[in-house]
Structure formats: C-alpha cells, structure tokens
C-alpha cells in the first residue's frame, strides 16, 4: 500500500488558488483546470451533480472513469479531428488517473452539440416548433424517439445561467463560415462514430456537447472533454422505450433516490446514502467496460 504525504507537506499552505505550484484557471461543478507554462492539466473529481446541484457526496473513481473514457475517446477519434491531448500520464502523481496534459487553445464561443434522439432542450424545441435549430423534423416524434438522422444544434456558451440555441448564420457570424462549417462536420462525424460504436456494444448516445479551440495557425481541435456521460446522455439499449423518459445509464439510482426525498432540488444537496453510492459506483465501471471492452 502506498501512502500518500498530507496534502499538507506537498506545497507551502495559505496559497489562494495554487495547488501543487500550479495556478487554477478554472473551476467547475467537477472539474478543475490548471496552468503548467503553456500547457493546460484538466482534473476530473470524484463530484457528482443531479439536476445541476453538486452533492456533498463524492462517488469514488468517478473522476478516473470519466478521464480514461475521454482519453480512449480522443484515440478512438484522433482521424477524425485533431485534439488538444498532450497526455494521460505526463501529471502531478496526486492526480493520477483522472487528469489529463493539453494544449492551451484558443476556445471557440460555441457549444456543440449533436443529437441523434430526442430529449432535453431538444424535446422541447421540437414539441413548441416542431424543429430543432430551425430543422424541421416528421411529426408524431415521442419522448426518446430516434432522429431520421442526427441534427447539429450548437448552443451560446453562458457565463452562467443557461445556454441558448444558435443558428448557423450565427455560429458562423462568430466564427467565420469556413469555421462553422468545420464545427458542424467534426459535431456531427464524432456523433456518429461515437455512437455506432456505443450502439454495437448496447449503449445508445442520445446527444453529446462538444467545445472546440484552434491553434495559433488556424487548425480545428476537439478540446474539453468527449463522450463521457457528463457531456452526454447515455442510455441502456435494452432499456430504451421511446414515449417516455429513459433511464440515464450513469445517475439513474442518485436521481431516484432523490426524487424520494423532500429536497427542493436546490443547493445545499443531501448526502448520498452508502448503497446508492456503490451502485453508481459500479454503474460508472460498467459503463466504461462495456464501451472500451474488447479492444
Ligand atoms: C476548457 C473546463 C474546467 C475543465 C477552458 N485545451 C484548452 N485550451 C483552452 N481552454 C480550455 C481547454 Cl480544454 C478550456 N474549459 C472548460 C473547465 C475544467 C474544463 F473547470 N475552459
């Protein structure tokens, strides 16, 4: 067993916002991201939300299910798009696992998302309108019901509160026409590579986010994270049942759990229980051997 030094002894105490001699640039619900010269280390924590409130509770590997998910992605996708991937393993020891080395990019101000089922925002555009960023689809779609084919429905990138649809006139009134267009295919090839495979191994992709950068000379990247269950809706293909809600393949047991609790859903979020911590615990690791298995 190796023992870890007290946090305490790593780096001189009383740095606000430094850890391990690295300045945090950014921190998020569950994920932090640091600066090391030029590159970029993202950190991926054991922290869990539900219904956009981060839980007092972590879920254990959580963090490292989610990184090494996205790193075989990357690889997975490499000849698709280029991405910001330095390495795996080239990190402080302490985040070992659940950390990743990239490139400082230059991040486009768009979110990128795909959807190749109907839920979410989605859902909700399509029962208003009967389109989904201004395409129109057939009518008589249900909740979860597969798309003819998947739709490119890029959204603004809010500082905070929600985000909001965009056009394409408005992606590329951002981005340049030539950008825009990149987006759109990268979005929508990755979609569908990520979720044939995922579908060959019983695990349906309802829609993911992606976020793109460019280098200093104008090449297109994949950034962020990709296909995980945070940045996508992963559904069990037996469970899948269009007409009603799915089951997420990840939180299902946190959301059921809660939804039996008389919790406003608004923070500070209750503490999870010992069993539906294993269970979620054990949803992640199934996850992740079940789309990387058998490579
Ligand atoms: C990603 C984020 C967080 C992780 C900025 N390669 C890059 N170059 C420049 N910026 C970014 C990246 Cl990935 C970048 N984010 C989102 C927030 C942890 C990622 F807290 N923000």
């Known amino acids: ?8 002894t790593l780096a001189p105490s009383g ?11 950014h921190s998020g619900k569950v994920r932090e991201l640091y600066a090391d010269g030029d590159d970029l280390i993202m950190v991926a924590s054991d922290r869990v939300s539900v219904y ?7 879920i254990p590997g959580k963090g ?5 998910l996205s790193l075989w992605w990357f690889g997975q996708l490499a000849d698709v798009v280029p991405n910001h991937v330095i390495s ?5 020891a302490e985040w070992a696992g659940r950390a990743i080395r990239c490139r400082r990019l230059e991040m486009l101000p768009v979110e990128c998302i795909a959807r190749g089922y109907l839920a979410g925002l989605g859902l909700e555009s399509y029962r208003e309108t009967g389109a989904i960023s201004g395409l129109s689809l057939p009518p008589g779609l249900e909740e979860g019901s597969r798309l003819p084919s998947p739709v490119f429905t890029p959204t603004t990138k809010a500082a905070a509160g929600h985000d909001e649809p965009m056009a394409f006139s408005e992606v590329a009134a951002l981005v340049g026409e030539g950008v825009a267009a990149s987006l759109e295919r990268a979005t929508l090839e990755v979609y569908r590579r990520g979720a044939a495979l995922a579908a060959s191994r019983g695990i349906l992709i309802a829609d993911t986010k992606l976020e793109f950068g460019l280098l200093p000379d104008g090449t297109l990247m994949l950034a962020d994270e990709v296909l ?3 940045s996508s809706r992963f559904w069990l293909a037996s469970e899948w049942q269009p007409g009603r809600a799915q089951r997420s393949l990840d939180k299902q047991f946190v959301r059921d759990w809660s939804a039996g609790l008389d919790w406003d859903r608004r ?7 010992d ?10 690791q199934e996850l992740f051997a079940r789309l990387t298995g058998g490579e």
Request: aromatic share 2%; no cysteine.
């Open 52 to 58: 956009d409130v981060v839980l007092p509770t972590p």
């Open 275 to 284: 069993d539906v911590v294993a269970a979620t615990q054990a949803r992640y």
């Open 15 to 25: 740095l606000v916002g430094k850890e391990h001699g690295l300045e945090l640039v």
């Open 64 to 68: 490292q299910v989610l990184t090494q």
């Open 1 to 8: 067993m190796v023992r870890l030094p007290a946090a305490s």
């Open 88 to 92: 795996g393993t080239d990190v402080p």
């Open 267 to 273: 923070p500070p979020g209750p503490a999870i229980p």
């Open 228 to 230: 995980t269950p945070d």
